[in-house]
T-cell receptor, first 113, second 115 residues
Framework: QQQVKQSPQSLIVQKGGISIINCAYENTAFDYFPWYQQFPGKGPALLIAIRPDVSEKKEGRFTISFNKSAKQFSLHIMDSQPGDSATYFCAASNDQAGTALIFGKGTTLSVSS | IAGITQAPTSQILAAGRRMTLRCTQDMRHNAMYWYRQDLGLGLRLIHYSNTAGTTGKGEVPDGYSVSRANTDDFPLTLASAVPSQTSVYFC??????????????FGPGTRLTVL
């Protein structure tokens, strides 16, 4: 049973374009939704995170949109740059209950210059 | 040391051999985790530890064991390696599992090949 479903598996975007990665979850008890960014040969690093009490969070060119009723959240990268080329993972956890993060399968983003 | 270190960086191992992957953090984090990353499968939790002296099983614990004798170290042992354990292994830590905005910090990974 896959609790966090991520799509697409890969994405190619032109420089300056908008990259959109989507995730859906099943467990309504999840209350913490981070996105991690991983460059080749490196470990993942936290990019941005959201709690379900807000519908959107923006940090620079990165925005999380959250739809609690649909049990979906997405990452939007505005003005995508070649340096954004990486693998992105969504994740979810029941932070209040102290459960571990459950990760999506990842999206490999390539931004062409 | 700054953050999380893992050793070795990479290893080729014969099937049936015993192997311990090392992980050390210097952030005094309570919680530590081991993940394996496989193409198309993302990051899957193997074992975790909420605090020194305690451990728990994740999604894919079979064939692996861990110990947490102190806060800083969290070794992962493959008692008898099999080819399906070929993967990239990441150690991670967080201040406390369940804390608000519980950011996990990842190490650089160990690439393990079992032949």
């Amino acid at each position: 049973q896959q609790q966090v479903k991520q799509s697409p598996q890969s994405l190619i975007v032109q420089k300056g374009g908008i990259s959109i990665i989507n995730c859906a979850y099943e467990n309504t008890a999840f209350d913490y939704f981070p996105w991690y960014q991983q460059f080749p040969g490196k470990g993942p690093a936290l990019l941005i995170a959201i709690r379900p009490d807000v519908s959107e969070k923006k940090e620079g060119r990165f925005t999380i949109s959250f739809n609690k009723s649909a049990k979906q959240f997405s990452l939007h990268i505005m003005d995508s740059q070649p340096g954004d080329s990486a693998t992105y993972f969504c994740a979810a956890s029941n932070d209040q209950a102290g459960t571990a993060l459950i990760f999506g399968k990842g999206t490999t983003l390539s931004v062409s210059s | 040391i700054a953050g999380i270190t893992q050793a070795p960086t990479s290893q080729i191992l014969a099937a049936g051999r015993r192997m311990t992957l090392r992980c050390t953090q210097d952030m005094r984090h309570n919680a530590m985790y081991w993940y394996r990353q496989d193409l198309g499968l993302g990051l899957r939790l193997i074992h975790y530890s909420n605090t020194a002296g305690t451990t728990g099983k994740g999604e894919v614990p079979d064939g692996y064991s861990v110990s947490r004798a102190n806060t800083d170290d969290f070794p992962l042992t493959l008692a008898s390696a099999v080819p399906s354990q070929t993967s990239v292994y990441f150690c991670a830590s967080s201040a406390q599992q369940g804390a608000p905005y519980n950011e996990q910090f990842f190490g650089p990974g160990t690439r393990l090949t079992v032949l």
